[in-house]
């Protein structure tokens, strides 16, 4: 079956970067996408952004532009998802989650939280 | 800037029926924005409720329906249970691979 493993809950100062990972197993992995979302305490869910599985092509939120670079390592079948200049309201739960045909997510990671202190 | 909007919250008896629906800021809501439905309890990862409009996801009980009403997508739950007391969240795909989340409604069974 289709499976997403995050990398583990991660602190970060503010002013410094993240990288979490998310690694697939279950499906060929160049067949699909992989989307970035994150969610902050209390708060409701936000699309960050998109990488091809099969070409690394990508889309960002108009927000995060310039601070987000997400990337895949296809020999690993693992997604990544870089966060540059965090900032205290960067922290949340970040989730991976494949994307379909058509257009929508089917399988979700367990998330990662990341923790920004200033 | 597209923006989707949700009821910030809802409830329904137990044994009832709830439409929690799903706008977009820029006018109606049709079937290319191909809307989707999520369900989160607190702690976990959002699971797959509906896609495409009326699609139901593999496993989701048939009580969980999708549709167009209006001008705004739908996500109606007919016989609600308990365990229904979740955030559900809609989303649309606006195109060029870019997709926007709805705020989210809480929904209370009691």
């Known amino acids: 079956q289709v499976q997403l493993v995050q990398s583990g809950a991660e602190v970060r100062k503010a002013g410094a970067s993240v990288k979490v990972s998310c690694k697939a197993s279950?499906?060929?992995?160049?067949?699909?996408?992989i989307n970035w979302m994150r969610q902050a305490p209390g708060q409701g869910l936000e699309w960050m952004g998109w990488i091809s599985g099969y070409n690394g092509n990508t889309n960002y939120a108009q927000n995060l532009q310039g601070r987000v670079t997400m990337t895949t390592d296809t020999s690993t079948s693992t997604a990544y998802m870089e966060l540059r200049s965090l900032r205290s309201d960067d922290t949340a739960v970040y989730y991976c989650?494949?994307?379909?045909?058509?257009?929508?997510?089917?399988?979700w990671g367990q998330g990662t939280l990341v923790t920004v202190s200033s | 800037q597209t923006v989707v909007t949700q009821e910030p919250s809802f409830s329904v008896s137990p044994g009832g029926t709830v439409t929690l629906t799903c706008g977009l800021n820029s006018g109606s809501v049709s079937t290319s924005f191909y809307p989707s439905w999520y369900q989160q309890t607190p702690g976990q990862a959002p699971r797959t409720l509906i896609y495409?409009?009326?699609t139901r996801s593999s496993g989701v009980p048939d009580r969980f329906s999708g549709s167009i009403l209006g001008n705004k997508a739908a996500l109606t739950i007919t016989g609600a249970q308990a365990d229904d007391e979740s955030d559900y969240y809609c989303?649309?795909?606006?195109?060029?691979?870019?997709?926007?989340f709805g705020g989210g409604t809480k929904l209370t069974v009691l």
């Open positions: 989303v649309m795909y606006v195109g060029s691979g870019i997709w926007v």
């Open positions: 989650a494949r994307d379909q045909v058509p257009y929508y997510f089917d399988s």
């Open positions: 495409s409009t009326n």
């Open positions: 279950g499906y060929t992995f160049t067949s699909s996408g």
